[in-house]
Nanobody, 115 residues
Framework: QVQLVESGGGLVQAGGSLRLSCAAS????????MGWYRQAPGKQRELVAIITSGGRSHSGSSVKGRFTISRDNTKNTVYLQMNSLRHEDTAVYYCKLFQAGVDYWGQGTQVTVSS
């Protein structure tokens, strides 16, 4: 079984920064993808950024140049550094781990950006 615990969400003013963390525990394979998704009220969940265990990453077009995903494989932890936050970044942010054909999700952390 795999557990994901997110932290770092909160309230921030537009233009500010936040750093999200997601720690995975349990049966973690050495090869996996970890990523961040978000869901705003009334909208579908969307990709924010993903990163492979080898360090290759991909970001959604709406956050490119502002958000940076990274990971520490020794801690099974993925991070999302969010800079230049906008009101439209307000959402619940979910961490996901994909391995051996299975998706595992965290419980989500709220990010609210005040304009």
């Amino acid at each position: 079984q795999v557990q994901l615990v997110e932290s770092g969400g909160g309230l921030v003013q537009a233009g500010g920064s936040l750093r999200l963390s997601c720690a995975a525990s349990g049966s973690i394979f050495s090869i996996n993808n970890m990523g961040w998704y978000r869901q705003a009220p009334g909208k579908q969940r969307e990709l924010v950024a993903i990163i492979t265990s080898g360090g290759r990453s991909h970001s959604g077009s709406s956050v490119k140049g502002r958000f940076t995903i990274s990971r520490d494989n020794t801690k099974n932890t993925v991070y999302l550094q969010m800079n230049s936050l906008r009101h439209e970044d307000t959402a619940v942010y979910y961490c996901k781990l994909f391995q051996a054909g299975v998706d595992y999700w965290g419980q989500g952390t709220q990010v609210t950006v005040s304009s």
